[in-house]
């Protein structure tokens, strides 16, 4: 697969992590994408995406693509026999400035771009991509789509400047002391980073703590799980199970088997360390 990616130009960049184009065949028909402290966008250009968002959910499709505002679970992933997108990884807080409604109401709820900027615009914008040269190309008429729909976005000061301590700290940080450094109550936080964000500051934190804890883990050589569960403030075991499942999909013993996988399989792939192989 071809994967090019770069970081967008001010004032893009206080916002987003990476633009990025993806194209080719995927290493396997369905992945799964363990939850993440940020959110993400898609330009689909090829056949439809199946998206699954979590047990007992039904599959859904998404042909122009799709929004996901910070995953709190496991998605599934289903790829065409050959992918062709765009999209961009935002910082948590990031996604605001560029969605009609409150990032909650799409907490677990990926949406496609056509809820998200409407369908002429959205046609408009695949039309423009699909007739691109080549990637960096593609990804400059991404970028001055975004920058046409940047507008200002009230409590986005705080709520980046909170986020931006979760993110430092690893997620290793007393929420209480979040609230007084930005001298607001606990309630008035927690409201704005749900209407930012999609989660609480608490939520966040614990996201970055866990995808901190599993991007840890070798596979390729013994685990001490009680030290992993230790290490990420659990001292339960079983709850650290239960955790890990909800954000990975999978078991921790399951977990190690599949990156061992996708490590023998497709060695120095373009999606190793996150995505994992379902079939």
Same mark, same amino acid.
């Given at each position: 697969?071809?994967?090019?990616?770069?970081?967008?130009?001010?004032?893009?960049?206080?916002?987003?992590?990476?633009?990025?184009?993806?194209? +080719?065949?995927?290493?396997?028909?369905?992945?799964?994408?363990?939850?993440?402290?940020?959110?993400?966008?898609?330009?689909?250009?090829?056949?439809?995406?199946?998206?699954?968002?979590?047990?007992?959910? *039904?599959?859904?499709?998404?042909? &122009?693509?799709?929004?996901?505002?910070?995953?709190?679970?496991?998605? %599934?992933?289903?790829?065409?026999?050959?992918?062709?997108?765009?999209?961009?990884?935002?910082?948590?807080?990031?996604?605001?400035?560029?969605?009609?409604?409150?990032?909650?109401?799409?907490?677990?709820?990926?949406?496609?771009?056509?809820?998200?900027?409407?369908?002429?615009?959205?046609?408009?914008?695949?039309?423009?991509?699909?007739?691109?040269?080549?990637?960096? %190309?593609?990804?400059?008429?991404?970028? *001055? *789509?975004?920058?046409?729909?940047?507008?200002?976005?009230?409590?986005?000061?705080?709520?980046?400047?909170?986020?931006?301590?979760?993110?430092?700290?690893?997620?290793?940080?007393?929420?209480?002391?979040?609230?007084?450094?930005?001298?607001?109550?606990?309630?008035?936080?927690?409201?704005?980073?749900?209407?930012?964000?999609?989660?609480?500051?608490?939520?966040?934190?614990?996201?970055?703590?866990?995808?901190?804890?599993?991007?840890?883990? &070798?596979?390729?050589?013994?685990?001490?799980?009680?030290?992993?569960?230790?290490?990420?403030?659990?001292?339960?075991?079983?709850?650290?199970?239960?955790?890990?499942?909800?954000?990975? +999909?999978?078991?921790?013993?399951?977990?190690? %088997?599949?990156?061992?996988?996708?490590?023998? %399989?497709?060695?120095?792939?373009?999606?190793?360390?996150?995505?994992?192989?379902?079939?």
């Amino acid at each position: 697969m071809q994967y090019v990616s770069r970081v967008p130009r001010p004032p893009l960049d206080g916002l987003i992590d990476d633009l990025y184009y993806l194209e +080719g065949t995927p290493p396997y028909a369905r992945l799964a994408l363990p939850a993440s402290p940020a959110a993400f966008l898609i330009v689909n250009l090829g056949a439809p995406l199946r998206i699954r968002a979590g047990d007992g959910i *039904e599959t859904a499709e998404y042909a &122009d693509g799709c929004m996901v505002t910070t995953p709190a679970r496991a998605y %599934e992933f289903g790829y065409p026999p050959r992918t062709r997108s765009v999209g961009v990884h935002f910082k948590p807080w990031g996604a605001a400035p560029f969605l009609p409604m409150p990032a909650a109401e799409l907490c677990d709820r990926p949406v496609t771009m056509e809820q998200v900027w409407g369908r002429p615009a959205v046609a408009r914008l695949r039309d423009r991509l699909a007739t691109a040269d080549e990637p960096h %190309e593609m990804l400059t008429l991404l970028e *001055e *789509e975004l920058m046409r729909r940047l507008g200002e976005t009230a409590g986005l000061g705080l709520v980046r400047q909170a986020s931006s301590v979760i993110a430092a700290t690893g997620g290793a940080v007393a929420i209480g002391d979040l609230r007084v450094a930005a001298g607001v109550s606990s309630t008035h936080l927690a409201r704005r980073f749900k209407e930012l964000i999609g989660v609480t500051p608490k939520q966040l934190a614990r996201s970055y703590r866990f995808a901190a804890t599993v991007l840890a883990i &070798d596979p390729a050589g013994p685990i001490d799980w009680a030290g992993v569960a230790g290490g990420a403030g659990y001292f339960d075991q079983a709850h650290f199970g239960h955790e890990f499942r909800a954000f990975t +999909g999978l078991t921790p013993t399951r977990y190690v %088997e599949v990156r061992r996988r996708f490590l023998r %399989e497709h060695p120095g792939h373009v999606l190793d360390g996150w995505p994992l192989p379902i079939d």
